[in-house]
């Protein structure tokens, strides 16, 4: 699609008494925004028409800023070098496009190349926040969003959309971030590493690779994204299969992930001897005690590898990888959390050279798998004002093995699901993708 830029301008927090609140001008990152991906990350949302004007949603973002100053600032680091983010209220970056065309004509099912125009670049730019509001004849509205992971997590993110849109509507921003991510988690009075995070969240510096991701899709020969629609019926048909005689029957996370996970292995045509595992996010807010409140605003994300054999994980039952997955993320609970602030906090970080194995450094991610799942997550209550979007994806990102689960606007229990594979593998996947055995 041909896209104009009409305009870019930089828009920066707005008070209610004209004045940044006196404050530190700098917060430092904590121990799970440091651990994280350093990267951003993009989104697209689609709005039917009638829609708010761009002024009107770019005050709303002006005020909504003010709540979330870190959104306005720039990551940095301080006198002693450790990572930051500065509240200078620098601003986020604010674009205006249009398109001489219907978005009904335009718009893809699955995130493809071409929709990469319809968000500002991820690579090598300062801001933590841009926004691109891109406008189509039949007067339907495009959102472009992207931010840097460092600054928030999926579930910080996706309340920060949601208080964009109340500012956007003159309503209060309610509930109110908290911001401490510097304060929160501290050392205990006794240190107790119990996990090996030397081997989990961090590896050596030597170790690692120093290929990156960039803008450059030349090596994306031969990986196709494939969207699949699991209705809620499908699903509940392999809760049942799956969950007979359980007291707490599988969710629909645990099932469609555990399918999904055998179905790609299949796929893949994979020898029955190697290994393969799954990197899954496991949200700390509900697991630490005292529990953090959901209103914290940062990163609070480690996460369970569940693992098998191909051959077990092909030949045994659903039931089989559904458990794995569920006694994994188990095992990321308080005293794991409690374990890696402790481990994080030493000394040990610096001295081994140790670095975050959250990186976005492969285009193959096979035998293994990583997942990202949005089903909590609160997106499509963005409301500018005049209803909630028809439309929500991920921007395109040909990492082979790398899926995203998503809600379907709906809200009827069904999922798509986001699924990157060698094209070679497409055909076995299709015929296995919807086989309840």
């Known amino acids: 699609m041909k896209i104009t830029i009409e305009s870019s301008r930089v828009v920066k927090p707005t008070y209610q008494n004209g004045n940044a609140p006196r404050t530190k001008n700098h917060v430092r990152l904590s121990v799970f925004d440091k651990?994280?991906?350093?990267?951003?990350?993009?989104?697209?949302?689609?709005?039917?028409p009638p829609t708010p004007s761009n002024l009107a949603i770019e005050k709303g973002l002006s005020k909504v800023l003010s709540e979330y100053r870190e959104l306005a600032g720039r990551l940095g680091e301080d006198k002693e070098g450790n990572p930051v983010?500065?509240?200078?209220?620098?601003?986020?970056?604010?674009?205006?496009?249009?398109?001489?065309?219907?978005?009904?004509?335009?718009?893809?099912?699955?995130?493809?190349?071409?929709?990469?125009?319809?968000?500002?670049?991820?690579y090598g730019i300062e801001e933590p926040v841009q926004v691109q509001l891109t406008r189509f004849t039949c007067g339907s509205l495009v959102v472009g969003f992207t931010t840097h992971h460092q600054v928030a997590d999926g579930h910080a993110t996706s309340k920060f959309l949601v208080a964009w849109g109340l500012a956007t509507r003159d309503l209060a921003v309610d509930p109110i971030p908290l911001h401490?991510?510097?304060?929160?988690?501290?050392?205990?009075?006794?240190?107790?590493?119990?996990?090996?995070?030397?081997?989990?969240?961090?590896?050596?510096?030597?170790?690692?690779?120093?290929?990156?991701?960039?803008?450059?899709?030349?090596?994306?020969?031969?990986?196709?994204?494939?969207?699949?629609?699991?209705t809620n019926e499908f699903i509940n048909k392999l809760r049942v299969k799956a969950s007979t005689g359980l007291v707490k029957p599988y969710s629909r996370f645990e099932i469609t992930l555990a399918h999904l996970w055998r179905v790609i292995t299949k796929a893949r045509g994979l020898h029955g001897h190697e290994m393969t595992q799954i990197r899954?996010?496991?949200?700390?807010?509900?697991?630490?005690?005292?529990?953090?409140?959901?209103?914290?605003?940062?990163?609070?994300?480690?996460?369970?590898?569940?693992?098998?054999?191909?051959?077990?994980?092909?030949?045994?039952?659903?039931?089989?990888?559904?458990?794995?997955?569920?006694?994994?993320?188990?095992?990321?609970?308080?005293?794991?959390?409690?374990?890696?602030?402790d481990f994080s906090n030493s000394d040990i970080i610096k001295k081994e050279g140790l670095v975050s194995t959250a990186v976005m450094n492969k285009l193959i991610l096979s035998p293994d798998l990583e997942v990202d799942s949005w089903l909590t997550f609160p997106f499509y209550d963005l409301d500018f004002g005049s209803g909630s979007?028809?439309?929500?994806?991920?921007?395109?990102?040909?990492?082979?093995?790398?899926?995203?689960?998503?809600?379907?606007?709906?809200?009827?229990?069904?999922?798509?699901?986001?699924?990157?594979?060698?094209?070679?593998?497409?055909?076995?996947?299709?015929?296995?993708?919807?086989?309840l055995d």
Not at 37 to 43: E, P, R
Request: include cysteine.
């Open 180 to 230: 401490t991510r510097d304060t929160l988690f501290k050392t205990r009075d006794l240190p107790l590493i119990q996990y090996d995070h030397q081997k989990i969240e961090y590896t050596n510096k030597k170790y690692t690779k120093h290929m990156t991701i960039s803008d450059d899709n030349s090596n994306e020969e031969g990986i196709v994204i494939h969207k699949v629609h699991f």
């Open 85 to 122: 983010i500065r509240l200078n209220d620098q601003g986020v970056r604010f674009v205006e496009a249009t398109v001489s065309s219907k978005l009904r004509n335009m718009l893809p099912s699955k995130p493809t190349k071409e929709i990469q125009s319809l968000h500002q670049s991820l």
């Open 35 to 48: 651990v994280t991906y350093s990267t951003h990350i993009a989104v697209i949302y689609a709005f039917n």
């Open 280 to 341: 899954i996010s496991v949200n700390g807010r509900m697991r630490l005690n005292p529990k953090v409140p959901n209103e914290y605003f940062g990163n609070l994300v480690l996460w369970a590898f569940p693992r098998s054999k191909v051959r077990d994980l092909i030949n045994r039952p659903l039931r089989y990888a559904a458990e794995l997955i569920r006694a994994e993320v188990a095992k990321v609970n308080d005293t794991y959390f409690k374990s890696f602030i």
């Open 389 to 435: 979007p028809y439309y929500f994806m991920p921007t395109y990102f040909a990492t082979e093995g790398m899926l995203f689960l998503l809600p379907t606007y709906l809200g009827d229990g069904s999922i798509d699901a986001i699924v990157p594979l060698f094209n070679d593998n497409l055909d076995t996947f299709k015929m296995c993708c919807y086989n």
